[in-house]
């Protein structure tokens, strides 16, 4: 299979954004990149980076929102890994024919108008796995 290009970001569920930007501004000084709103996703997202990592930490805006779920069943934490691909449909059909599940058989718009698509924990080692195809 295509190997990767590298890690994109580590998605973080919070119950509020601005609860944590204490924390990753001041504890850890890593720099505040802005917010956005995922309407796709039922999302608002603020983006920090540290040296080359980016943290993606993900508030829900709806109650039914996988976000929402995920936090009421989990707490706040770790959610998802992500990782750079060129060709996000190529890739899909690819993971498809090696018997990988995915939870998303098409590309769906994510932050900063990338295409994503996510890949079942049961098929990556219990990690929720996204795919990032970057906008041009």
């Keep these: 299979m295509t190997p ?7 998605g973080i569920a ?35 980076l540290i040296n ?12 039914e929102s996988a976000i929402a779920k995920f936090i009421e069943k989990r707490g706040e934490g770790l959610h998802h890994l992500a990782f750079t691909v060129d060709d996000i449909q190529a890739r899909i059909a690819e993971y498809k024919e090696g018997g990988i599940r995915m939870i998303d058989e098409t590309p769906r718009p994510g932050a900063h108008k990338a295409q994503i698509a996510f890949v079942h924990p049961k098929s990556s080692c219990g990690v929720l ?6 906008a041009h």
């Design 52 to 63: 080359d990592v980016r943290l993606e930490l993900l508030e829900p805006t709806d109650p």
């Design 14 to 48: 919070v119950r509020s954004l601005d609860a944590q930007r204490s924390f990753y501004e001041g504890t850890l000084g890593a720099e505040y990149e802005g917010t956005e709103d995922v309407p796709s996703q039922k999302v608002r997202v603020a983006f920090y």
């Design 4 to 10: 990767v290009k590298s890690l994109n970001h580590v």
């Design 129 to 134: 796995t996204e795919l990032c195809q970057p």
